[in-house]
């Protein structure tokens, strides 16, 4: 069972920089895609960014020039710079790993903006 754990979410004003991380129980190298996803209440679940195993990683429209995916594949972590934080960017925001025929959901980091 592959096990997804993300950290670094928090309270930060508008205009503030977090990291979120994502740690997995397995190589990277097995998904498909990692991304983040993000959800507020009373929202449905949206995609906030995705890094497929081939080709470029794939952004919302609301945070390109934003927020920013990168992977570690050696310590299979894959990680979200947020910069210029607006209050719409409220959320939980959750870690997804997709496998042919599987999706894993790491347990959720809040993040807050807030002045």
């Known amino acids: 069972q592959v096990q997804l754990v993300e950290s670094g979410g928090g309270l930060v004003q508008p205009g503030g920089s977090l990291r979120l991380s994502c740690a997995a129980s397995?190589?990277?190298?097995?998904?498909?895609?990692i991304g983040w996803y993000r959800q507020a209440p009373g929202n449905q679940r949206e995609l906030v960014a995705l890094?497929?195993?081939?080709?470029?990683?794939i952004y919302a429209d609301s945070v390109k020039g934003r927020f920013t995916i990168s992977s570690d594949y050696l310590k299979s972590t894959v990680d979200l710079q947020m910069n210029n934080l607006r209050p719409e960017d409220t959320a939980v925001y959750l870690c997804?790993?997709?496998?042919?025929?599987?999706?894993?959901w790491g347990q959720g980091t809040q993040v807050t903006v807030s002045s």
């Open positions: 997804n790993a997709e496998m042919v025929g599987r999706s894993y």
């Open positions: 397995e190589s990277i190298f097995r998904f498909n895609a």
């Open positions: 890094k497929p195993r081939t080709g470029s990683s």
